[in-house]
């Protein structure tokens, strides 16, 4: 028997969620054993892979500001462990909801995104506060406003028990993620742009993910 193409995606599409969000915690936990067996611990990886003002700038290059930009999301500041479980927690869930693509394609923009906005914000600072000069080459890597962001999708957009897990894991997170806030430090400013685009974004993917496409044509009938 031969399967069509629309067979095929048929049967792909319920194991996509979980491959999405497997894959992205496997990446993670293979790159913290990586860089945790380096001679320094990981630390010259994790400074090369910073999205801090010193690589971001013109001129470290456009090419390493890029680069930096995606790459800091698989490199854990600390032990993947369970970043990598609150990532499957959030990613699956996201996934179903609003299909595999969108949901790589949400993160994807939040996590640039928040990174962007919370470097803007430290780097307001420097003009007026000599003390943050050295904040310019700060290690700024980590998962956590990809999970923070699949996190929130799930919780405000999850289909009815699936929102459970997501939910906890959000909870056991919110004591850390806005530690240093009012101070406008680098991570909490990332983390509430994350909460605040996910949600929007999020929002109006579930919102066209539950429009009807267009009923098909009856057999025979040409359009």
Not at 9 to 38: C, I, M, N, Q, T
Not at 44 to 72: C, I, K, P, Y
Not at 162 to 189: C, H, I, Q, S, W
Request: no cysteine.
């Amino acid at each position: 028997m031969r399967l069509t193409g629309n067979q095929v995606r048929a049967a792909l599409r319920p194991r996509a969620p979980w491959a999405v969000g497997l894959s992205y915690a496997a990446v993670l936990l293979v790159v913290d054993v990586f860089v945790s067996a380096r001679p320094d611990g990981g630390e010259s990886v994790r400074l090369w892979w910073s999205t801090n003002l010193d690589n971001l700038s013109s001129e470290a290059g456009a090419g390493r500001a890029v680069a930096v930009l995606v790459g800091s999301a698989f490199v854990p500041e600390e032990s993947a462990g369970w970043w990598a479980l609150f990532a499957v927690a959030g990613l699956v869930v996201a996934a179903r909801r609003l299909g595999a693509l969108r949901a790589l394609l949400l993160v994807a923009a939040v996590h640039v995104a928040a990174t962007v906005v919370s470097e803007l914000v430290l780097a307001s600072q420097l003009p007026h506060d000599e003390s943050t000069a050295a904040e310019r080459s700060i290690v700024d890597v980590g998962p956590s406003y990809v999970v923070v962001a699949a996190l929130t999708v799930a919780v405000a957009y999850g289909h009815r028990w699936e929102r459970a897990p997501a939910a906890v894991a959000f909870l056991a997170l919110t004591p850390y993620l806005f530690v240093g806030l009012t101070d406008r430090e680098v991570a909490p400013v990332g983390h509430v742009v994350s909460i605040l685009l996910a949600a929007a974004l999020g929002g109006a993917l579930a919102r066209r993910a539950r429009t009807p496409g267009p009923a098909p044509a009856p057999s025979g009938v040409r359009r």
